[in-house]
C-alpha cells in the first residue's frame, strides 16, 4: 500500500515535470537540406510526408537560419551559443581536436541542470581529443566532457576518415589485432586509395576525395585497420535511427534530450536499396525520402512510448542545400524543376538567403499550436531559448544567443530584430534588409571549382528582401545610410 502510494506519487510528479516545462527534446539536424527539400516548402522532386506532417501539425518557419553556412560553425553555435568565428572555426578535418571548450556552457549541460538525460547520435563534427588521437583508445574529450551521456558518431563527416563510428567514444567494433591509423598527410602505401585503384569505386569524385576507399567510396584523408569496424554508408539509415530509438526507450518515464544528427543529406549521397528510386532527382532526392523515413521513425517510436504529447521536435537543417560537392552524383543535372533553395538564392558556404535559410519545424502536440511563421529565429538562440522553457538561468553568460522561446513556440510572430549569416563573408539581416560586407579576398577555389558563388565582391551588397527575396538588385550605392548604419552592427557583433 506505502508503496503503491510512493509510486502514484513518483508518476504525479513526473507529469508535473513534463506539464511545467520540460518535455522531451528532439532536436532532429539535417545535413545539407535546403529550405526548398521538403515538401511544405514547395519540393517537387521528392515527396518527405513524414516531414511534412511535423510541419502541418506544428510551427512551420518560412524565415529560420542555421548560424552558418557550413557545417562546424553551425553546430558549434548551436551547442554553445556562441558564433563559431569567434574560435576562428571552419569545416574540421577529420583529425581535429575538440572545438567546444569543456568549460563552456552547452545545450546539454544546460538540460542537464534541469535533470535530463542527454544524447547524441550521428554526425559530430566538432572535433574530439586534446590533439593526436588515439583511435584505439577511449577518444577524449568528447561529447561527455561536453555535457552528452550517450553518444554514437560518426566521428566527423560521410566523406572523411576514419570511416567508423564511436559509441560513448570508442570504435564500435574494433579489433585488438587491426588497430586504426589516420592521416590527413600523407596516403598509407598499401591502402587502396581513389588514385590508385580507380576500379573500387562505385561512385566516382573530384580530386579532392580520392583518399582511403572504403566501402567503394574513396574518402578525405587516410586510414589504415580497423577492417571490422568500417561502416558501410547505405546502413546509416537503419543504424543511427535504432541507436536513436534505443537511446528514447532506455527511461522514457523522465525527459530526455536527443540532438540526433543525421547524415543525410550530405555526401556521399549513397541511399539504402529500399529508397533508391524513390524520388525524380536521382540520388539526391532518394536521401531526402530516405531522411524522411527516420523522421517518420522518431515519431513512430514516441507512440509507441506513448510519449508524443511530451515531447518537443525541432527538426532542421546545418546549412544550406549544395548539388555537386565533389562526388558524381548528377544531383545537378537530374535536380529539374525542383529548387533546392526555395526562391532563395544561394548554396552551402554561401552569405545568400539559401545558404543560412533552412527548413525549420517546431512540433509539440497540444502546446505548440499550428501556424507558418514568419518570425526572424537562428539556431544561435536554442541554448537560451531552451534554457528558458526548461527553467535554467543562463543570462549574464557572456554568449551570443537570445532568449526566443516566444517565437520558436510560435507564441510570438517577432523574433530577432537583427541577425548574423555567417560565412566566408559576413551577412546581417535586419528587418527586409540583408547585408553582405565587402572583402578584397577571393573566395577559397575548391568553391570556385564547383561553380558556386560564395559572395566575394569589393564592393558592400544590400538587398530588400521584401521585393527582392533573389538578392539580384544590389541597392548598397542609392543606400548609402542603411549600409553604414548595417555595417556599424556588424563590426560591433564582431569586435564584441
Ligand atoms: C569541404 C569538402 C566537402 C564537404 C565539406 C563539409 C573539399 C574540397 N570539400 O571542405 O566535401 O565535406 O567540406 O561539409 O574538401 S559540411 O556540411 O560538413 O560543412
Ligand atoms: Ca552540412
Not at 158 to 163: A, L, S, T
Given at each position: 500500500m506505502v508503496r503503491c502510494a510512493f509510486l502514484s506519487l513518483a508518476i504525479f510528479l513526473s507529469t508535473i515535470g513534463f506539464a511545467q516545462g520540460q518535455p522531451n527534446i528532439i532536436l532532429i539536424y539535417a545535413d545539407d537540406?535546403?529550405?526548398g527539400d521538403i515538401g511544405v516548402n514547395g519540393a517537387i522532386g521528392v515527396k518527405t510526408p513524414h516531414i511534412d506532417s511535423l510541419a502541418i501539425t506544428g510551427v512551420n518557419f518560412t524565415d529560420a537560419h542555421s548560424p552558418a553556412s557550413t557545417c562546424t560553425p553551425s553546430r558549434y553555435a548551436l551547442l554553445t551559443g556562441q558564433y563559431a568565428f569567434r574560435r576562428k572555426a571552419q569545416i574540421l578535418p577529420g583529425d581535429a581536436p575538440l572545438l567546444i571548450d569543456t568549460a563552456s556552457v552547452t545545450l546539454p549541460k544546460v538540460l542537464?541542470?534541469?535533470?535530463y538525460r542527454t544524447g547524441v547520435v550521428g554526425k559530430w563534427h566538432l572535433g574530439l581529443g586534446n590533439g593526436t588521437i588515439n583511435w584505439n583508445e577511449r577518444v577524449s574529450p568528447g561529447p561527455a566532457e561536453v555535457g552528452f551521456d550517450y553518444s554514437f558518431l560518426i566521428p566527423s563527416t560521410?566523406?572523411?576518415?576514419?570511416?567508423v563510428f564511436l559509441e560513448n567514444q570508442r570504435v564500435v567494433g574494433l579489433e585488438e589485432s587491426d588497430p586504426i591509423s589516420v592521416s590527413y598527410d600523407k596516403p598509407f602505401p598499401d591502402i587502396p586509395t581513389g588514385v590508385s585503384d580507380p576500379h573500387l569505386l562505385k561512385q566516382h569524385t573530384d580530386s579532392y576525395h580520392l583518399g582511403t576507399v572504403i566501402n567503394g567510396i574513396s574518402r578525405i584523408g587516410h586510414m589504415r585497420g580497423g577492417k571490422n569496424a568500417e561502416w558501410i554508408d547505405e546502413d546509416f539509415p537503419f543504424v543511427l535511427t535504432q541507436k536513436a530509438k534505443d537511446f528514447m526507450a532506455e527511461d522514457a518515464e523522465n525527459p530526455f534530450f536527443l540532438f540526433f544528427s543525421l547524415h543525410d543529406i550530405h555526401q556521399p549521397r549513397v541511399p539504402n536499396v529500399k529508397f533508391i528510386e524513390s524520388s525524380s532527382m536521382g540520388v539526391r532526392g532518394d536521401v531526402i525520402a530516405q531522411l524522411d523515413w527516420c523522421v517518420g521513425e522518431i515519431v513512430k517510436q514516441l507512440r509507441q512510448l506513448d510519449i508524443q504529447e511530451e515531447t518537443l521536435i525541432i527538426f532542421t537543417s546545418d546549412n544550406g542545400p549544395v548539388l555537386d560537392d565533389g562526388y558524381v552524383d548528377y544531383a545537378k543535372?537530374?535536380?529539374?524543376?525542383?529548387k533546392p533553395g526555395g526562391k532563395y538564392q544561394g548554396t552551402?558556404?554561401?552569405p545568400?538567403?539559401?545558404?543560412?535559410?533552412?527548413?525549420?519545424?517546431?512540433?509539440w502536440p497540444g502546446k505548440v499550436k499550428p501556424k507558418v511563421s514568419d518570425a526572424l529565429v537562428g539556431q544561435v538562440d536554442m541554448v537560451h531559448s531552451l534554457a528558458s522553457l526548461v527553467g535554467v538561468n543562463v543570462s549574464g553568460k557572456e554568449l551570443d544567443g537570445q532568449d526566443q522561446l516566444a517565437a520558436w513556440l510560435g507564441k510570438s510572430d517577432v523574433g530577432r530584430e537583427w541577425l548574423l549569416e555567417e560565412s566566408y563573408v559576413m551577412g546581417l539581416r535586419w528587418k527586409n534588409w540583408k547585408y553582405i560586407q565587402?572583402?578584397?579576398?577571393?573566395?577559397?577555389w575548391w568553391i570556385t571549382d564547383k561553380a558556386i558563388d560564395a559572395g566575394f565582391r569589393s564592393e558592400p551588397q544590400l538587398y530588400d528582401l521584401s521585393k527582392d527575396s533573389g538578392e539580384r538588385e544590389n541597392l548598397a550605392e542609392e543606400n548609402a545610410k542603411m549600409v553604414g548604419r548595417l555595417e556599424k552592427k556588424l563590426i560591433k557583433i564582431l569586435e564584441k
Open positions: 537540406l535546403g529550405y542537464k541542470e534541469a535533470n560521410g566523406d572523411r576518415v576514419p570511416c543535372e537530374l535536380v529539374g524543376e525542383h552551402k558556404y554561401s545568400y538567403e539559401a545558404g543560412t535559410r533552412v527548413p525549420t519545424i517546431v512540433n565587402p572583402t578584397e579576398k577571393q573566395q577559397p
